[in-house]
């Protein structure tokens, strides 16, 4: 069933499943933002909890739009399509329904925006907090030992390709959706419908894209809560749904303006590492690489090919790889 959304200067997206107990708070944190020219869209995706009963306390408001799906989508970025679709807006915050924000968050990212029209996004530092709303760690953290080359103690102004090319072709540098604000037209570029069969790392593949249609704003503050859950999408997905999904996301990093071709093999490599040192299935592996379809897995293989040419070490890792395998093969009775 569709819904629409009215016009407006600036809209809050926020999709939510199964986080009823967190709802209300992130609610009360968008309508406790300094900045008050907003809409509210909450998109319920079916959840079956009391979801939604907080949703309509917050009915009949006139910046709010609450739509709930009768059946689940099954991708938790369908609230996306939804804005893609829908949305006339100029800037967006996608505030995913389990985190909370401080009430500065939105000011300060709209204003760094306005003061920088070349920008596609703006984000900030997290704190990390546990379903008890207990604080357990810091964005810092993560972007530290994930991304060295960047001082992320330093606000800064960083040109996209640069962005790409140094640190989000190596793993999503932005931790969490929630914090950051991007203008809509920017949205509309980065967007790509293939998103709808990712599980993890569609938001990676989304922030290359974004930064790609201009320079990224990073402030070194802390003004957005991230919450971890104990049992997370990725402990609950494959090994080889993961792998798949991780080089479908370089390689859609890799392909953009200014990505060096060393560094998208590196961060492919460091998937290969890990589909080998965890030893997944092949064939699991190649069922979920062609839900991306059958060009991207020709082009990624001959990627590879050639990668494994020019490295001797990494050949020898793939022959103690297949070798218990084609021992087990022989072994098998015919």
Known sequence: MPFDIPPCRVLVASP????????????????GQTWRDLHLLVVNDASPDNTAEVMARYAGRPNVTLFTRSVNSGSPFAAWRDVFERA?????????????????????????????????????????TNEADE????????LRRQFPAMDWMKSQKIDGADFNNRVQIYGNALPNMSSAVMR???????????????????????????????????????HNHFRKHQVTARATTSLERTCAEFSRAISMIGELPGVEEANTLASLERTAHMFLYERG???ELAKWSLKFGVGHNVKLA?????????????????????APRRAALSAAPA
């Open 16 to 31: 939510t499943y199964k986080h009823a107990q967190y709802l209300e708070a992130r609610i009360n944190s968008v309508f």
């Open 184 to 222: 809509m037209n920017t949205f509309r570029k980065a967007f790509d419908p293939s998103f709808d069969s990712f599980r993890l790392a569609a938001d990676w593949a989304f922030v290359g894209r974004l930064a790609a249609a201009g320079d990224v704003l990073f402030n070194a503050k802390t």
């Open 281 to 283: 299935s092949v064939l």
């Open 88 to 128: 006339d807006c100029e800037y967006l915050w996608i505030a995913e329904s389990d985190d909370r924000a401080e009430p500065n968050f939105l000011q300060c990212g709209l204003e760094a925006l306005q003061a920088a029209p070349q920008a596609s996004f703006y984000y900030t530092h997290s704190w990390v």
């Open 302 to 322: 001959w990627r590879l090919l050639q990668h494994l040419k020019q490295r001797p070490d990494l050949r020898e890792r793939l022959r103690g790889y297949l």
């Open 135 to 142: 604080l357990c760690g810091h964005t810092i953290n993560y």
